[in-house]
């Protein structure tokens, strides 16, 4: 629709302000559908260590609610800060203003207008008015610039009145219905920039879409195959887990988790070249990553390289003051290097923070053997199983049960 050039029927400078009600529901509608669109990779994820459907809705319910808290109110705060800052929409008989920090749009430089209902905002805003995207077309040396308007940010009737003054002061008509394109001169100008405005709209969108859609395909991928050879691994099927491992690399070749995994799987098959390689590339990828240091020192103590170990799990100590293996670690290190004394604080600080775990206390009664507290060891090793550890462990079990036999006691 074509209409003649007049002047504005604003005679006074007057805003429309961003609507925190609308903000509001626009938070909540991007949190629901962010929360179920990110939950996906992890309920595919957490497939292989759920083994009931009560546990997998509950965990899987945890999660879309722990990222929706988060997203909304990050999201619903972004957007009440940008509102105060911005302040609205100025309207004033020389022009418009986007924000209060926007240049000044002249009435004149304005020669056209389109809005364009988008129902699938709506739906996913939880709107009960139709989102409608206002697009000015602007005249800018020569060139027809496009600026945007949304209604989500709105109250739907003063948007409505925005819209209208818009058309008035810029085209001279107010428009039957708001779902419209009206220019002032050189229409087919504005419908070109009108048409290149929807094709980049739908480009980004598509693209978005691809991209969403490879995200969640990738990390739920990974994460599927990294928790299938924790399983595996769990069960000392070590090669099979190794085999999942590179499954989930090859998805992810930087994921240093699963390179922790597949060190350690490795290390189990006695492959100890490769796992000190993997653990040193986690390492580089994840500095922090404690489970790397305590099985990188796994290879120096196998190496009797206890300075280095011990100096690589005092790093980890500060970066995890109440981790489990590096307490074990240390513990052995300092027995080797002759510490009894730090040995056992370092047990007793294990076993303080697992007092029942079969293998902190199996590891812990070795300890105590060595620097001849009997009764002590064969305390913590009163009611432990075979079945309890992981398979390299009974052997060790065996042995200190024999140590305490040479030494004169029964274990009941």
């Known amino acids: 629709m074509s209409m003649d050039a007049t002047c504005s029927v604003v005679d006074k400078e007057y805003v429309t302000p961003f609507d925190l009600m609308a903000m509001t529901r626009l938070a909540l509608g991007t949190a629901i559908l962010v929360s179920t669109v990110l939950c996906i990779p992890d309920a595919i994820a957490i497939l292989p260590s759920t083994h009931s459907t009560f546990a997998f809705i509950t965990r899987v ?86 600026k945007n308007l949304d ?45 290149k405005s929807n094709t980049r709209s739908k480009l980004v969108t598509a693209y978005i879409a691809i991209m ?29 887990g190794k085999r999942l491992c590179e499954f989930s690399l090859a998805v992810d ?9 597949l060190a350690r799987c490795e290390y189990r098959l006695q492959d100890y070249v490769s796992a000190e390689k993997h653990w040193k590339k986690a390492l580089q990828m994840k500095p922090d990553l404690v489970s790397a240091k ?33 307490h074990l670690n240390l513990g052995y290190v300092s027995m080797q290097m002759g510490d009894a004394a730090e040995s056992l604080i370092y047990f007793k600080k294990a076993l303080q923070f697992a007092p029942s775990n079969a293998t902190v ?25 075979s079945t309890d550890l992981e398979l390299h462990n009974r052997t ?14 029964r274990i009941e």
């Not at 969403?212 to 090669?239: I, P």
């Not at 994921?255 to 995994?261: E, H, S, T």
């Not at 812990?364 to 060891?377: C, F, I, K, P, R």
């Open 294 to 326: 305590v099985g990188l020192s796994n290879i120096y103590i196998q190496r009797r390289q206890f300075d280095s170990a011990k100096s690589l799990l005092k790093t980890a100590l500060r970066l995890d003051p109440q981790d489990i293996p590096v």
């Open 61 to 146: 319910s945890g999660i879309w609610l722990s990222v929706f808290v988060q997203w909304y109110l990050a999201f619903l705060g972004i957007l009440h800060i940008a509102a105060i800052i911005n302040r609205g929409v100025v309207i004033g008989p020389s022009g418009i203003k986007l924000s209060r920090f926007s240049k000044l749009i002249p009435w004149s430089q304005i020669i056209g207008f389109g809005a364009d209902a988008r129902p699938l905002a709506t739906r996913l805003t939880l709107n009960a008015q139709p989102a409608i995207k206002l697009q000015l077309y602007v005249t800018q040396k020569s060139s027809i610039k496009t």
């Open 212 to 240: 969403l859609v490879l995200f969640t395909a990738r990390g739920a991928a990974r994460n599927y195959f990294y928790n299938m050879a924790g399983q595996s691994f769990n069960k000392s099927d070590y090669l099979e």
């Open 151 to 195: 209604s989500l940010f709105f109250e739907p009737a003063a948007f409505i009145s925005l819209v209208n003054a818009i058309s008035s002061s810029s085209c001279g008509a107010v428009p039957d219905s708001i779902q419209v394109v009206l220019t002032r001169s050189d229409s087919e100008s504005v419908k070109t920039a009108y048409r």
């Open 396 to 409: 060790t079990l065996s042995r200190v049960k024999e140590m305490l036999l040479a030494r004169g006691e």
């Open 253 to 261: 070749g930087t994921y240093p988790y699963a390179l922790d995994r």
């Open 361 to 385: 206390k199996l590891l812990s009664a070795q300890a105590y053997l060595e620097v001849g507290a009997n009764a002590t060891a064969k305390e913590l090793l009163r009611g432990i199983k």
